[in-house]
């Protein structure tokens, strides 16, 4: 979950979705301005791609990563 600059959700949700692992990227309204869905091979994979590519682009100002776990 993403919050963005004021008027830059759609943007980014944009920017987002070219990225490689990010199966979806939706601008919502609410406390948070982007849904992310995101792929990865593990945890740690899942962190550098969130750290490394997502929270580098212009606009955003915070994220929240919340895995998904199967129990």
Do not use: F, H, K, W
Not at 10 to 37: F, H
Not at 42 to 65: E, S
């Amino acid at each position: 979950m993403i919050q963005t600059d004021v008027g830059r959700a759609a943007e980014v949700a944009r920017d987002i979705s070219d990225i490689e692992g990010v199966t979806q990227a939706e601008d919502v309204t609410g406390p948070y301005d982007v849904i992310v869905r995101a792929q990865a091979d593990d945890v740690d994979a899942l962190g550098r791609l969130v750290v490394a590519r997502i929270q580098r682009l212009d606009g955003i100002t915070r994220t929240l990563t919340c895995p998904i776990v199967n129990i």
